[in-house]
């Protein structure tokens, strides 16, 4: 048989027809009906090719109507305006499959807008909360629910720390945040910070972990020695401390309130290491102008006192003075005035009463030191140990 003229397809129809009328031939026309058949199958698959194309290039279409900080969808195309909008004249995400409907609202119950992609939206949750000595212990530092070790007038710091999850994707964490607070101060996790009864962190610092969903917080908090005590002698007994953590995903925050701990009592004062008593004739007597002062430094979250005694007599180069020789008060008065008590080997309670302070500046209190010298058998240099101790006020 001869071949189509310029191996041309489209003239193969016509081609077998003339072969038929040429040859009349039972094998021709079944020749002419393989081609033609064959003719028809081939422009069959080009529509279809053709069909298939354009059904590949409709996610492109969908993905248009996702927003990101530098894109967002306006008039149903993709713009670098940079307003995060999200919002199409004619279309929108209307189902929880995420497929595009004719609303104009980019809205899904499932699905939301995360780096500029479709993702199942949910809510960020926080897997773990815990208050720990160090970073990212992620441990309990008090299993015993009390905070038992204050730094007499300084501060400590602990870890709030943990595990936060979002089923988009850890990326769409964006912040974690936390409130350590005494449960009956005013507005509660919204308290205004002050280091009494509302230590905040804003940020927190995050890390990822293995899971893909998944990022590790640690918030590290200083605790000075004058928050608020809530143990059982403490003014706030029936409250504790709540660690409150709170994790957003840049549109919707999850806080979680559930760790408590109670804070311990702290009774620290700063005394003065010496009681100097300066230089003095034989049988001498101070006076409120020659009596030496005494101040006492609030650095413990309690109100104090002292407990004030002496064991034995003062020894000197010569000589000795008895201990009773010698008197505190709590008002700047003369040997021998009212309020004056002399020491004694059995201890003293002085009711000095160094308040709690309730700002970064420390409560002080004043004792004030008397001394009557002996008429004769004394000379040189005298010393004696005063025993003051720190009591609950």
């Given at each position: 048989m001869v071949s189509p003229a310029n191996n041309n397809p489209n003239n193969l129809g016509l081609y077998v027809w003339n072969a038929c009328r040429d040859y009349s031939c039972k094998d021709c026309a079944h020749e002419a009906f393989y081609y033609f058949f064959f003719m028809k199958r081939a422009i069959v698959s080009r529509v279809i090719g053709i069909t298939l194309s354009l059904l590949m290039m409709m996610p492109t279409g969908i993905q248009a109507q996702s927003s990101s900080a530098n894109y967002?969808?306006?008039?149903?195309?993709?713009?670098?305006a940079g307003n995060n909008t999200g919002n199409s004249t004619n279309y929108g995400i209307v189902d929880t499959t995420g497929e595009v409907g004719g609303d104009g609202a980019l809205a899904s119950a499932n699905y939301g807008i995360a780096d500029g992609f479709l993702s199942a939206?949910?809510?960020p949750t926080i897997?773990?909360?815990?208050?720990?000595?160090?970073a990212n212990a992620l441990t309990d530092g008090y299993p015993a629910g009390?905070?038992?070790?204050?730094s007499a007038g300084s501060t400590i710091v602990r870890h709030i720390n943990g595990v936060v999850r979002h089923e988009s994707g850890r990326e769409a964490i964006t912040t974690v945040s936390t409130v350590f607070y005494r449960s009956g101060v005013s507005g509660a996790q919204g308290c205004v910070a002050n280091n009494n009864n509302c230590l905040r962190v804003g940020s927190c610092t995050l890390a990822n972990t293995s899971d893909l969903k998944e990022k590790a917080y640690d918030c590290s908090i200083t605790v000075p020695y004058y928050v608020d005590a809530t143990d059982a002698s403490s003014s706030y007994a029936a409250q504790n401390w709540v660690v409150s953590v709170s994790v957003t995903d840049g549109s919707t925050t999850v806080s979680d309130h559930s760790t408590t701990k109670?804070?311990?009592?702290?009774?620290?004062l700063g005394i003065p290491n010496f009681i100097a008593l300066g230089e003095h004739a034989l049988g001498n007597e101070t006076t409120a102008g020659t009596n030496v002062g005494?101040?006492?430094?609030?650095?413990g979250n309690g109100q104090a006192d002292v407990e004030v005694s002496m064991a034995d007599d003062m020894t000197c180069t010569i000589g000795s003075i008895p201990k009773a020789n010698i008197q505190w008060s709590l008002a700047d008065v003369a040997y021998g005035g009212s309020g004056t008590n002399a020491l004694s080997a059995t201890g003293s309670d002085t009711n000095v009463g160094v308040v709690r302070q309730t700002s970064s500046t420390p409560?002080?209190?004043?004792?004030?030191w008397n001394l009557r010298t002996p008429s004769?058998?004394?000379?040189?240099?005298?010393?004696g140990t005063t025993i003051i101790t720190t009591i609950a006020g």
């Open positions: 967002t969808v306006e008039g149903d195309t993709l713009n670098a939206e949910g809510l897997s773990s909360v815990y208050l720990s000595n160090s009390v905070i038992n070790d204050l109670e804070m311990g009592t702290l009774l620290a005494y101040t006492l430094t609030q650095e409560t002080t209190g004043a004792l004030y004769s058998g004394l000379a040189g240099n005298c010393n």
